[in-house]
């Protein structure tokens, strides 16, 4: 495939063509770009994900990668903050289930 006006990779992509998956031509448009998790994704689910990102962390720390370590320890504190949230709303919502 030839570009325009040189065809480096600083040449922007013919029309019709997104390489940002935000851009809604791929597979599929609705996907968001926070790495395909629904928002009916459990909170199982994100405990599991948290036990990797725990993992990833320690390997990271004895490996000295200081970065990879303060990336994960946030995305950890996130997925805490997660957990804690849609296990607060299914005691709200099971609460209020009951009260019906």
């Known amino acids: ?16 063509i997104s390489s940002c998956p935000v851009g809604g031509r ?8 926070g790495g395909g998790a629904s928002i009916g994704t459990s909170a199982s689910q994100h405990r599991a994900q948290r036990t990797a990102t725990l993992q990833i962390i320690t390997a990271a720390e004895a490996a000295g990668h200081a970065r990879v370590t303060e990336m994960n320890k946030q ?3 996130n997925l805490d903050r997660i957990i804690t949230a849609l296990e607060t709303d299914g005691r709200d919502q099971e609460a209020s289930a009951s009260a019906s």
């Open 26 to 33: 791929g597979p599929d448009p609705d996907r968001h770009v």
């Open 75 to 77: 995305v950890a504190a």
């Open 1 to 16: 495939m030839t570009r325009p006006h040189g065809g480096g990779p600083w040449s922007p992509p013919p029309p019709g």
